[in-house]
């Protein structure tokens, strides 16, 4: 069964941290670029941060500096650890595999950053 979880969300006070994980079925993990996307209430869903299977990364430029992704191929996990949380970057955070044929997604972990 292909599937992608994400852990790690939570209720945070802006300046604080986060960690999220995402595990994935080895078969749409270990060669397939990884990313996090994030969607807040009456937004459009957004791109975060991707990495490839070689670790090279990108990021939105709302996050640089702040938010760093990463994964561990042994694990068949993904991480983005959240530094310097602002209001802004409440949402529910997806992680999704950019599949040959088909993308997957994960069911997303909310993150509440309070002012």
């Known amino acids: 069964q292909v599937q992608l979880v994400e852990s790690g969300g939570g209720l945070v006070q802006a300046g604080g941290s986060l960690r999220l994980s995402c595990a994935a079925s080895?078969?749409?993990?270990?060669?397939?670029?990884m990313g996090w996307y994030r969607q807040a209430p009456g937004k459009q869903r957004e791109l975060v941060a991707t990495?490839?299977?070689?670790?090279?990364?990108n990021y939105a430029d709302s996050v640089k500096g702040r938010f760093t992704i990463s994964r561990d191929n042994a694990k068949n996990t993904m991480y983005l650890q959240m530094n310097s949380l602002k209001p802004e970057d409440t949402a529910v955070y997806y992680c999704?595999?950019?599949?040959?044929?088909?993308?997957?997604w994960g069911q997303g972990t909310q993150v509440t950053v309070s002012s």
């Open positions: 080895a078969s749409i993990f270990s060669t397939n670029v």
């Open positions: 999704m595999s950019f599949g040959t044929l088909r993308n997957y």
């Open positions: 990495v490839t299977s070689g670790g090279g990364t």
